[in-house]
């Protein structure tokens, strides 16, 4: 049975940087493409980034381009969310999901994720 466990929320201020992390088990990493969305409070559940499954393609919401940068290390079985320059209305609960892909596939959509992690809340305080 997979599992995704996130890690690295915390409280930051706004101008500020975070790494969050999402560490994959009882999954063939290096076969699934990785996503990260968020939920803020109030909100639906929304797409942030995507990565394909040798990281060599990568998307990103309009909102945190340019921000945001999603790296993984396949030796580690592990997904990264850099943060960068946040702002308050990046505060939200940060899931990571997996997808089986072939080839340079990645997705956007939240369908098509099958494994899901519990979240880690990310504040961003003005």
């Known amino acids: 049975q997979g599992q995704l466990v996130e890690s690295g929320g915390g409280l930051v201020q706004a101008g500020g940087s975070l790494t969050v992390s999402c560490a994959a088990s009882g999954l063939p990493f290096s076969e699934i493409a990785m996503g990260w969305f968020r939920r803020a409070p109030g909100k639906d559940r929304e797409f942030v980034a995507a990565?394909?499954?040798?990281?060599?393609?990568?998307d990103y919401a309009d909102s945190v381009k340019g921000r945001f940068t999603i790296s993984r290390d396949n030796a580690k079985n592990t997904v990264y969310l850099q943060m960068n320059s946040l702002k308050p209305e990046d505060t939200a609960i940060y899931y990571c999901?997996?997808?089986?892909?072939?080839?340079?596939?990645?997705?956007?959509?939240?369908?098509?994720?099958?494994?899901w992690g519990q979240g880690t809340q990310v504040t961003v305080s003005s």
């Open positions: 990565i394909s499954r040798t990281a060599d393609y990568t």
């Open positions: 999901a997996s997808a089986y892909a072939g080839g340079s596939a990645y997705f956007t959509e939240s369908s098509r994720y099958s494994y």
